[in-house]
């Protein structure tokens, strides 16, 4: 595989040639005045613009692009995305073969720029029958960091990791449901940039680091989602961390009360979080004001504004610790939030992934049961007939989107290894019959999994990302 230097206009750059137009991307750079390099896997044209001055557009201004035809470069993708306002950067993921990976990240000079990207090429027909996907990107500058030893105190935990990696700027420590002196035996650390939490994540992830002697686990955490502030302005519920396990939703409710008999509307207790919904938003903002660092049962709560469900960006792919699973609905059933708080998944059996944010989601839809009386009709129903918001499991998802498209069911095929202490891990290969002579022969995740159930879950939702139904 050969490498050409093309000048462009800020010097030399690199662009892998072969099977992409190099006079195209040649005549697209000369036209545009922007430079274009080659390094770690991915082609960046721009970054900045010709004639550009000051710092990097802020966060918020750059936009994930997924289910790229594998043969289309910048050459036909940089004008598509100029509809939307002035590129500032535009990084396509490229394959040692020359082919691109599938997906891209567009920087704008705004976010109202980005905003508009995501309106108006979001399920853009990008060629005939390719349909493109656009979202918001964030940069994540948060690691997870599990196997902590749980007696470590924040201060502890903060001053080893700014031994060990360099531009840390804080940690979060959450105390355990069950006893407040201990930490739940992982943390968030945050740093100054993504860069530099990539470098440490990449000091650290080969699996062999230790920390007071302990093998630690160490993965990127979800980014927090950021909501528009004319949203915000509407929220009138309020989440509620760090509460006692035997804290009832009565006490919740009669606790924020007390500075306005009447105001709450219901409390929502999961575990050791609760959410708390109020009539009105101003009875919402004062309450968070004044119940924020009270004391419930012995425990000193956090409060803040819950963030609204979106309802439109439910799965986002894992990429290099830029955008992932959105936490709209990966609510914590933390039942067994001490043993493995990173399980990629929803079914709240199992311990979803905590990302670190301070404002979870309230669950859209409640997952409850309903008392079965005697004599109560039954009638006869196909799972096939339900819609897609009745199924809380990917696997089940999965198999509901292939029958709507008049597809054979997922075939899955289960592979394992083992890990360097020795556990088996698994994983999934789904072979979607009726496509299997595409462009996509199998869709396989990149993540190995401890148990059956949850390999197979992780491997339904990578299915779906890529078909598009999440």
Request: proline share 7%; charged share 25%.
């Given at each position: 595989?050969?490498?050409?230097?093309?000048?462009g206009?800020?010097?030399?750059?690199?662009?892998?040639?072969?099977?992409?137009?190099?006079?195209?991307?040649?005549?697209?750079?000369?036209?545009?005045?922007?430079?274009?390099?080659q390094?770690?896997?991915?082609?960046?044209?721009?970054?900045?613009?010709?004639?550009?001055?000051?710092?990097?557009?802020?966060?918020?201004?750059?936009?994930?692009?997924?289910?790229?035809?594998?043969?289309?470069?910048?050459?036909?993708?940089?004008?598509?995305?100029?509809?939307?306002?002035?590129?500032?950067?535009?990084?396509?993921?490229?394959?040692?073969?020359?082919?691109?990976?599938?997906?891209?990240?567009?920087?704008?000079?705004?976010?109202?720029?980005?905003?508009?990207?995501?309106?108006?090429?979001?399920?853009?027909?990008?060629?005939?029958?390719?349909?493109?996907?656009?979202?918001?990107?964030?940069?994540?500058?948060?690691?997870?960091?599990?196997?902590?030893?749980?007696?470590?105190?924040?201060e502890?935990?903060?001053?080893?990791?700014?031994?060990?990696?360099?531009?840390?700027?804080?940690?979060?420590?959450?105390?355990?449901?069950?006893?407040?002196?201990?930490?739940?035996?992982?943390?968030?650390?945050?740093?100054?940039?993504?860069?530099?939490?990539?470098?440490?994540?990449?000091?650290?992830?080969?699996?062999t680091?230790?920390?007071?002697?302990?093998?630690?686990q160490?993965?990127?955490?979800?980014?927090?989602?950021?909501?528009d502030?004319?949203?915000?302005?509407?929220?009138?519920?309020?989440?509620?961390?760090?509460?006692m396990?035997?804290?009832?939703?009565?006490?919740?409710?009669?606790?924020?009360?007390?500075?306005?008999?009447?105001?709450?509307?219901?409390?929502?207790?999961?575990?050791?979080y609760?959410?708390?919904?109020?009539?009105?938003?101003?009875?919402?903002?004062?309450a968070?004001?004044?119940?924020?660092?009270?004391?419930?049962?012995?425990?000193?709560?956090?409060?803040?504004?819950?963030?609204?469900?979106n309802?439109?960006?439910?799965?986002?792919?894992?990429?290099?610790?830029?955008?992932?699973?959105n936490?709209?609905?990966?609510?914590?059933?933390?039942?067994?939030?001490?043993?493995?708080?990173?399980?990629?998944?929803?079914?709240?059996?199992?311990?979803?992934?905590?990302?670190?944010?301070?404002?979870?989601?309230?669950?859209?839809?409640?997952?409850?049961?309903?008392?079965?009386?005697?004599?109560?009709?039954?009638?006869?129903?196909?799972?096939?007939?339900?819609?897609?918001n009745?199924?809380?499991?990917?696997?089940?998802?999965?198999?509901?989107?292939?029958?709507?498209?008049?597809?054979?069911?997922?075939?899955?095929?289960?592979?394992?290894?083992?890990?360097?202490?020795?556990?088996?891990?698994?994983?999934?290969?789904?072979?979607?019959?009726?496509?299997?002579?595409?462009?996509?022969?199998?869709?396989?995740?990149?993540?190995?999994?401890?148990?059956?159930?949850?390999?197979?879950?992780?491997?339904?939702?990578?299915?779906?990302?890529?078909?598009?139904?999440?």
């Amino acid at each position: 595989m050969s490498e050409e230097t093309i000048d462009g206009t800020n010097g030399c750059s690199k662009v892998r040639t072969g099977t992409q137009n190099e006079a195209a991307l040649l005549a697209l750079m000369e036209k545009t005045g922007y430079n274009m390099v080659q390094e770690n896997g991915q082609r960046k044209f721009g970054g900045p613009p010709p004639g550009w001055e000051g710092p990097p557009p802020p966060r918020g201004c750059e936009v994930f692009v997924g289910k790229i035809p594998r043969d289309m470069y910048e050459d036909e993708l940089v004008p598509v995305f100029e509809r939307a306002g002035k590129i500032y950067e535009f990084r396509l993921m490229m394959e040692f073969s020359g082919e691109n990976r599938g997906y891209a990240f567009v920087m704008y000079t705004t976010k109202e720029e980005a905003q508009l990207a995501i309106r108006i090429l979001n399920n853009y027909e990008i060629r005939p029958g390719k349909f493109i996907g656009v979202c918001v990107s964030l940069d994540n500058c948060r690691l997870f960091i599990g196997a902590i030893p749980k007696e470590k105190k924040k201060e502890e935990i903060l001053d080893e990791m700014k031994k060990v990696t360099e531009g840390v700027v804080d940690v979060i420590v959450y105390p355990s449901a069950t006893d407040k002196t201990k930490n739940r035996g992982f943390a968030f650390v945050e740093y100054e940039s993504h860069r530099a939490a990539a470098m440490a994540r990449r000091k650290l992830i080969p699996g062999t680091f230790q920390l007071w002697g302990h093998t630690i686990q160490v993965d990127w955490a979800d980014p927090e989602k950021e909501v528009d502030e004319e949203t915000m302005q509407r929220v009138k519920v309020l989440y509620v961390r760090n509460l006692m396990i035997s804290t009832t939703e009565e006490t919740i409710k009669a606790e924020f009360n007390k500075f306005k008999p009447g105001s709450v509307e219901r409390v929502k207790k999961l575990r050791d979080y609760a959410f708390v919904h109020f009539f009105n938003r101003e009875d919402a903002v004062a309450a968070m004001s004044v119940m924020n660092g009270k004391c419930i049962d012995g425990a000193s709560i956090e409060v803040t504004l819950a963030k609204p469900v979106n309802k439109e960006n439910t799965w986002r792919q894992h990429l290099n610790g830029q955008i992932s699973p959105n936490s709209e609905n990966l609510i914590v059933f933390a039942n067994k939030e001490e043993s493995h708080p990173k399980i990629l998944g929803k079914p709240p059996a199992l311990p979803a992934r905590l990302n670190g944010q301070h404002s979870p989601s309230p669950p859209e839809i409640e997952r409850c049961t309903y008392p079965f009386f005697p004599g109560t009709k039954l009638t006869p129903i196909s799972m096939y007939s339900l819609k897609s918001n009745h199924f809380s499991s990917a696997v089940m998802h999965l198999d509901y989107y292939c029958n709507k498209n008049n597809w054979a069911p997922p075939e899955y095929y289960l592979y394992s290894t083992t890990s360097q202490d020795g556990k088996v891990l698994l994983v999934y290969k789904i072979i979607i019959p009726a496509i299997a002579n595409g462009s996509q022969s199998y869709f396989m995740p990149d993540k190995l999994c401890t148990t059956l159930e949850d390999a197979k879950e992780l491997a339904a939702q990578f299915t779906l990302l890529h078909l598009g139904s999440f």
